[in-house]
């Protein structure tokens, strides 16, 4: 039987018993679980088989709410809450002593965020404490961007999936953290760069990527399909290096022909970079079910947010 309902007064009611319930996003689905409860973050950690000293992102309702769980707002966070909530931006901030060391693998900051999804802003006004919400994959692998996803994943683990149909922004939440007043972007992501600067000035990036750009294996593999991928910004020099395999394509706007092509998708043929973040995660999906060789990933210009998407196919393709 399925663990896909609508039913928000059902994911309250597991929820409040302290039971963990995927939620849509309008980044990826998440693994929610309230905040407070010892029990249900133990949960999300063992479903998703995630290493303890890896920190949640806490969901509110609200930026009302953002003094219940954060010490201290620095301007530019309150700046870049006012410009971007609800939506794909995590702030991490001095915690409020109540937040339990569970949900910051015991640093005294805290991620939080309100998501930009109607069912979910629905849902998190019926609760009375906050949603810890992992992307609800297990840890490593592609994240999920319809109900569909997760149940594939978790449909023997979790007992429901509250659908909220295919998420829009299809990456996760740009993370951005504090040094003094000074805003650094801890991880690229749905909200792109230039729109944060246009806030708050040039900004900094720590994106681990940046630390050792020349170093693949230092990344993190994270976002990975099963099947080999390689990232190229020439798709038919990777295809003429590899003719003996039966190859799967993902091109950002222009397709391609080559007998050894099996299964090929195009991200946005208006070359739109919403469109492309927005099918991303689904085209891998899609390609990891086709029993391919290789599959050929295709970087994108390096604005806006084809630095997101090059971020996680940089490493959807490190080596395990
Ligand atoms: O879009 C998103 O952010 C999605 C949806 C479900 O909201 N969530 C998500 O969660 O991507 P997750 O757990 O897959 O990624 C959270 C990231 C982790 O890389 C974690 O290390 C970082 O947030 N993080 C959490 N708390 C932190 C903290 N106090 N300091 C630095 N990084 C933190
Ligand atoms: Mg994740």
């Not at 992102?57 to 003094?67: T, Y």
């Not at 906050?130 to 594939?152: C, M, R, W, Y």
């Not at 659908?163 to 972007?185: H, K, W």
């Not at 390689?230 to 003996?244: F, P, R, W």
Request: with cysteine; proline share 7%.
């Amino acid at each position: 039987m399925s663990i896909i309902s609508t039913d928000i007064s059902k994911a309250v009611a597991l929820l409040q018993a302290e039971d963990v319930v995927a939620i849509p996003t309008e980044t990826v689905y998440g693994l929610a679980g309230n905040i407070f409860s010892e029990k249900a973050i133990k949960c999300v950690f063992e479903t998703k088989q995630r290493p303890f000293f890896n920190p949640l992102i806490v969901h509110i309702a609200s930026v009302a709410q953002l003094p219940n769980i954060v010490s201290y707002i620095p301007e530019k966070a309150r700046l870049l809450a006012d410009a971007f909530w609800p939506g794909p931006l995590t702030l991490v901030l001095p915690k409020q002593s109540i937040i339990p060391d569970v949900i910051t693998a015991g640093k005294d900051t805290v991620a939080v965020r309100v998501p930009n999804h109607p069912i979910t802003l629905k849902l998190l006004q019926q609760l009375d404490f906050p949603l810890a919400a992992p992307s609800a994959n297990p840890f490593g692998s592609i994240s999920p961007t319809t109900a569909q996803h997760v149940e594939d994943y978790f449909k023997h683990h979790i007992k429901m999936v509250l659908d909220g149909g295919a998420c829009q922004r299809g990456i996760e939440s740009t993370i951005i953290g504090f040094e003094g007043e000074a805003p650094i972007i801890y991880r690229l992501g749905s909200t792109a760069i230039e729109a944060i600067e246009r806030v708050v000035g040039t900004i900094e990036i720590k994106n681990k990527e940046d630390i050792a750009p020349n170093a693949p294996g230092m990344l993190e593999r994270h976002y990975a399909p099963s099947t080999q991928t390689i990232l190229t910004d020439n798709i038919s020099e990777a295809i003429k290096n590899n003719t003996e395999k039966r190859i799967g394509v993902l091109a950002f706007s222009t397709g391609c022909h080559h007998e050894s092509i099996a299964f090929q998708i195009v991200l946005s043929q208006t070359k739109n970079d919403q469109e492309a973040a927005s099918k991303l995660y689904d085209a891998l999906h899609q390609l990891d079910k086709q029993n391919l060789d290789l599959i050929v990933a295709e970087l994108l210009p390096d604005v806006g947010l084809g630095k997101s998407i090059n971020d996680r196919l940089r490493r959807a393709t490190v080596q395990p």
